[in-house]
């Protein structure tokens, strides 16, 4: 069994940051990627930012240069910055093992709002 738990979610203003993290722990073997999904009201969950086991990451097109993805051993940090309104959304943490077994939180909520 492998638990994922985030935090750091909350409302923010636009403009503003917020760091979420991930903490992954359980039967943890070898980790492919992580990452972080969201899902807004309405829309199908899409990849935010990835960052595998070798550093190299990857990010939606839509929060580039807004949004760091990072990793220290079985946790994964999104730090958010210049949030928008339509970055609102429940935010997955995502593990994937070198074995193809995937893993997700239980999700975030941040919502962008004045």
């Known amino acids: 069994q492998v638990q994922l738990v985030e935090s750091g979610g909350g409302l923010v203003q636009p403009g503003g940051s917020l760091r979420l993290s991930c903490a992954a722990s359980?039967?943890?073997?070898?980790?492919?990627?992580m990452g972080w999904y969201r899902q807004a009201p309405g829309k199908q969950r899409e990849l935010v930012a990835a960052i595998t086991s070798g550093g190299s990451t990857k990010y939606v097109e839509s929060v580039k240069d807004r949004f760091t993805i990072s990793r220290v051993n079985t946790a994964v940090y999104l730090q958010m910055n210049s949030l928008k309104p339509e970055d609102t959304a429940v935010y997955y943490c995502?593990?994937?093992?070198?074995?193809?077994?995937?893993?997700w939180g239980q999700g975030t909520h941040v919502t962008v709002s004045s």
């Open positions: 359980g039967s943890i073997f070898i980790i492919n990627t």
């Open positions: 995502n593990l994937m093992s070198a074995f193809g077994l995937e893993y």
